[in-house]
Every structure is written in structure tokens, then in C-alpha cells.
């Protein structure tokens, strides 16, 4: 299976998909960090994240096939949301509640 069938496996099978960088009990950077916390202050606690520090294939191919360059990527529903700033201003205006609700 290639890394895009991966990912297009992952985000269609969970409801909350996160790539990040680490764990969300051990985050290893500020913005994975950022992103576990807002989904928990909305009453996540099921997420689904894929460490991109321990897959090469799944971290370069992320970035192809959301065609976006960072990480982290919140997916849900299927749907591509955004990284870590596009998660903040959704959770600051409530977009991001909604959306999982």
C-alpha cells in the first residue's frame, strides 16, 4: 500500500484524523502540542494521530496529498481542515466546536 493509500485509508475511516509530530500524550513540537490541545478543549478525546517522526513516506506524503507543507494536519470527517493557526482562529470563533460536533 502506498503512503497516499495510507493516508486516504486513515482520514475516511476516523472521524478525527491528526498528523503531528509525536504523540498526544508526548508531543515533540509546539504546534502538535497546540493542535491536541484545542481538540481536547473541545471535548476530543478520541483522536487519531499519526507520529509523521516515525514514518518517512507518511510525512512527505501528507504534504502531497493535503498540498499543504506543514504539519500539523487536522482532518476530520474526511475533510482536510487545516495546521495548527487555521485550528486556532476556528476554536477562537467557534467554527471548530461546531464542525465536531
Known sequence: MSAHDTIDQQVKTHPVVLYMKGSPDFPQC???????????SCGVNDIFA???L???EIRQGIKEYS???TVPQ???KGEF???SDIMTE????GELKTMLA
Request: hydrophobic content about 45%; charged content about 15%.
Open 67 to 69: 498540498k499543504w507543507p
Open 81 to 83: 481542515v487545516g495546521g
Open 90 to 93: 476556528m476554536y477562537q470563533n
Open 74 to 76: 487536522l482532518y476530520i
Open 30 to 40: 509546539g504546534f502538535s502540542a497546540n493542535a491536541v490541545k484545542i481538540l481536547k
Open 54 to 56: 516515525q514514518d518517512a
Open 50 to 52: 499519526v507520529d509523521v
